[in-house]
């Protein structure tokens, strides 16, 4: 990813504030920005994405974006990051994924070494107290010591609500946890809040941006659709798709960038296992300039198979059709 930085800052986007219609900028305006932006850190937006993340600015509400692997799903969250100049938090799912792992877990260690402190201490502690019950009162004084935020080791859902600055939080794959997990969350999305039994509610020190990400391997549930808006990546069209080589892979010369898109394009199809994506294309571009190629010739075509069909059968598949689909793709317009 570029790093340089954009030549005016985003106001809109810069400030975590929720817009209002006191000071929402042209929506118009402010899409268009939205897209230069991208642009400057080399990620590419439709109107469709451009609009989204405007408008979940706007109303302050989380992302869910859904679309096949390999679009640039989890792209955009980082492209975010950076136009905003705000840490990337990210929470990996999976099956099996609990709130230990994605909220907090308690520092046992230090709990530990400071119950062993505490003991040594009783005595000095329990001087002159009158009875078991004032006993008990000053040892209980300390319970809120051994449960307090010194003491918790913050998970990334955390880490997102203590950011000072603001942060863009990333759930990547929610559709690889469980429903239990999607019910968990419904509390964070909805108010930018989570409940810890030991501290009470814990709020946003500053509204995260975030992001949930989705391949559509099981249904989201109705209630965290709710609280999202809804973006759909799909696979890009030729022009499209051109833009993103172009800025991801400059050296390569624009006939074969047009050929190469062109043959990936009518990869896309075929009857295959695994289709490719756009990641995938980003990588056959780089193999491209790094073997010195100049035009799609089926022998070089054949040898770099791999680089964009991940399974065999699909390589064998398109083989035999490598020369058809090598000289439409250098007809392409």
């Not at 505490?118 to 010591?145: C, P, V």
Request: aromatic fraction near 8%; charged fraction near 25%.
């Amino acid at each position: 990813m570029a790093t340089a930085q954009p030549t005016q800052p985003l106001n809109f986007l810069g400030n975590l504030t929720p817009v209002t219609t006191a000071n929402a900028p042209d929506a118009r305006v402010a899409i268009a920005a939205t897209q230069r932006g991208f642009e400057t850190f080399g990620y590419i937006a439709s109107d469709a994405i451009a609009t989204a993340v405007y408008l979940a600015q706007a109303l302050s509400k989380p992302i869910l974006v859904e679309g096949p692997p390999g679009v640039g799903k989890t792209e955009l969250a980082t492209a975010t990051a950076s136009l905003l100049g705000k840490p990337l938090i990210r929470l990996q799912c999976y099956e099996g994924l609990d709130e230990a792992k994605a909220l907090y877990e308690w520092k046992y260690g230090k709990q530990l070494l400071y119950t062993q402190v505490l003991k040594e201490k009783l005595g000095d502690l329990m001087a002159g107290a009158n009875g078991l019950k004032e006993s008990l009162t000053r040892l209980h004084e300390f319970d809120d010591t051994f449960f307090s935020e010194e003491f918790i080791e913050p998970r990334p859902l955390l880490k997102a609500l203590w950011a000072k600055e603001g942060a863009v939080l990333l759930i990547d794959e929610i559709d690889k946890s469980d429903q239990e997990f999607e019910a968990f969350l419904l509390e964070l999305l909805q108010d930018y809040q989570i409940s810890v039994p030991e501290l009470g509610t814990i709020k946003a020190v500053t509204t995260p941006v975030v992001f949930l990400t989705s391949n559509n391997t099981r249904e989201i549930g109705d209630a965290l659709k709710r609280r999202c808006l809804h973006l759909y990546i799909p696979f890009p069209d030729s022009a499209l798709e051109q833009r993103i080589i172009a800025s991801r892979v400059p050296e390569l010369g624009h006939d074969l960038r047009r050929q190469l898109v062109a043959f990936v394009q009518s990869l896309r199809g075929l009857d295959l296992k695994k289709v490719p994506a756009v990641s995938e294309t980003i990588d056959w571009a780089r193999t491209l300039v790094l073997l010195h190629a100049t035009e799609l010739e089926p022998d070089f075509v054949r040898g770099t198979l791999n680089v964009l069909l991940k399974f065999q059968e699909d390589i064998e598949h398109v083989d035999a059709q490598v020369p058809t689909l090598t000289r439409l793709a250098a007809q392409a317009r």
